[in-house]
């Protein structure tokens, strides 16, 4: 009986799928160009012209972002998030944030002016769990960052993480020997309990 649960235990251990991570980036997490880093402060000034993705310069302007990604051959979707690392916008009210049509939070306040800090701009990276927006997860969506009219800010990246099961995983060559060993054990066992 004991070989008959470890011949189990390796068949399950041989079909078991990996977790597969797929991650979409827009930008280059290059802190606004200047080496910002999360919670730290910086003149809006220093930021550059751009980088021609949508990031690394100042503006007033909404931003929307397309994430591209191929699902082909993976499981379920297991878990969802979404990562914006921003700055400066939050003077007029905080900036609303929508995947394709579906609002998912707000970015953290990155202006200082009502804190008393006269003008400082804080870098924020904030993450959103879209696990409950998994049903709009189909290999292209549209991330819109809604900022308050006449709100200066820059943004750094967005960057859209998920996990799935791996379905198209196959056994590594170690885990089929020892398949293989459990499998002939519980025949060598069944063939000793015969012949007494």
Known sequence: MKRLVLGILLLAMSTAGSAAIITDLVGDMDGFGIGATHGSAFDWRSVGSGDGDGTDYWSD????????????????????SLEIFSGGQGYFGLSNVYLDTQ????????DTWDSGFEGENIAWLDTFDLTPYISLIDGANV?????????????????LVIETDDVTSVPEPGTLALLAMGLAGMGLSRKKKVAK
Do not use: A, K
Request: avoid cysteine; charge should be negative.
């Open 61 to 80: 302007d909404d931003r929307t972002i397309s994430h591209f990604y191929d699902l082909t051959g993976l499981g379920n979707i297991l878990s969802v």
């Open 103 to 110: 609002f998912v939070g707000n970015l953290t306040d990155g």
């Open 143 to 159: 991330v819109t960052i809604d900022v308050m009219p006449n709100d200066g800010w820059v943004l750094d990246y967005s960057r």
